[in-house]
């Protein structure tokens, strides 16, 4: 095994509060990796722990660089650091306007990570753009119009466009089908599920649903007040959850 | 008339107290060692509102010494209302020699233009800055812009370019045309018309940039490369007029749009205006130009 990211006794706190506390996990290429539990349990602290958008106030997150390195992020400069979570990582958020430059077209959306690593090819960029539009099934014709004007499961689609654009290896999804339609909702997580396998990505998503974790993860962290009380197969921990409060939470949820 | 650097009729030399001076030529010298990186200054109160030009003016109250000869242009022009009042500002307050004619002047404060004639070594160009920062448009958070410019990461600039080609087909920005400066530095040239970019590109004259609202002064110091931004498959193009100007005949300058009567008569005339009359008084004429015998009053 020769993991992608490992995650070493990560702890965050704000003032007293616990953000998040002694997380450790790797994770492996290919491999997606749902972080589950309710409001306030630390799920969105530990993304941006592992994301390095966030300093750990203990702990360390390793990442295995393309050329082979392994690195603690927090031994990266800033230039490193933007320059990885711009070409290697993607990130997909909840709200499309914090993943979107709303004022600027599906294409150059796409474009601007191929422009950020020099690409300085017009046609070029636009061929990509379209190639993408078509991969996350928005309509071609679409690439000079305004994520303003796109509905909210096209808005997750383009964001996660102009996220693979630089082919990166690992993507960190909040909440992506978060506030979406059933049916919308279904749609994405199909295509992310293709992506997903066809271009062999790494994940991290965030999700407080269930089924959503069950559809697309291959393992499970359950965080319960900053702590990961349980953790396996998706399979497993869905189907024969060990801690009382997965229990809980599975059995809530087959209620509802 | 004595022009101390102390007292000239009751001013300090040329408005501003020494000690402002003195901040703003700390700004000015680091803005020359880092070719097109915004120095923040602390911008004072002139006696003329923002919009006026009083980062410019306080540049060139900053570097003008008594034997400096000032030319003041306002699009080309020596003669409209802000360029004359600017010039009767430092005439006034530190009693300099000012002129229209480009070669003769060693400071040339500017809004929107630089002149033809070509800047010679001992020349200052200054110029009036409204907005200093190119990355604005997209992203308006200084404290992301700031680190944009620290790791130069310029991606955005061509974002906002393939827009344009995406919207019309080409790069419709014909002024305030963004460039990088010293293979380093993306900066905003004030809104000059494009086809003044390629002026800036190793200019032997120093080029000096002052934001009053915004506090911010840059430079390009002589000599320094400029390169306009673009795509490989959509370069730079300086405007090109299709006529001669209509007054000197001149095939090389930029042409202003001027109209001669109200039933909708036009003509195209170079918008720097002492270019054009040392044209005709050499005997160029265009068009709709009369010898200048005859046209002069
Ligand atoms: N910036 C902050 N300042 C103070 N406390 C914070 C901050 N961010 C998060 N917290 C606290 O840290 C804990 C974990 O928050 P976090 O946002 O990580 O939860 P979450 O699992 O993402 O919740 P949600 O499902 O609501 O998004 C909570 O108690 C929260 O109140
Ligand atoms: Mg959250
Ligand atoms: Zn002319």
Redesign the interface.
Known sequence: MNPLLVAEGLSKFYGARIGCRDVRFALEPGEVLAIVGESGSGKTTLLNLLSGQLAPDSGAVRYRLRDGRTKNLLDLS??ER?LLARTDWGFVHQDARNGL?M???A??NI???L???GD????R??ENAMAWLGRVEIDTGR??DKPTQFSGGMRQRLQIARNLVTHPRLVFMDEPTGGLDVSVQARLLDLIRGLVADLGLAVVLVTHDLAVARLLSHRILVMKDGHVIEAGLTDRVLDDPQEAYTQLLVSSVLAA | MSRTAENYRGYNFAYLDEQTKRMIRRAILKAIAIPGYQVPFASREMPMPYGWGTGGVQVTAAILGPSDVLKVIDQGADDTTNAVSIRQFFEKTAGVETTTETGKASVIQTRHRIPEAKLQANQVLVYQVPIPEPLRF?EPRETETR?LHA?A?Y??M??RL??D???HGHIAKTYAYPVLVADRYVMDPSPIPKFDNPKMHESAALQLFGAGREKRIYAVPPHTKVVSL?????PFEATKFEQPCALCGAKDSYLDEVITDDRGGRMFVCSDTHHCETRRCEGHLGPLGMPVTEAAE
């Open positions: 800033e230039a933007r430059r004022g600027v077209s294409g150059g474009g601007e990570r422009m950020g690593v300085r090819h017009y046609g960029i636009r690439i000079d | 997209l680190t790791l990461e991606g955005l061509h974002v393939y827009e080609i995406a919207q673009d795509f490989e498959d959509h």
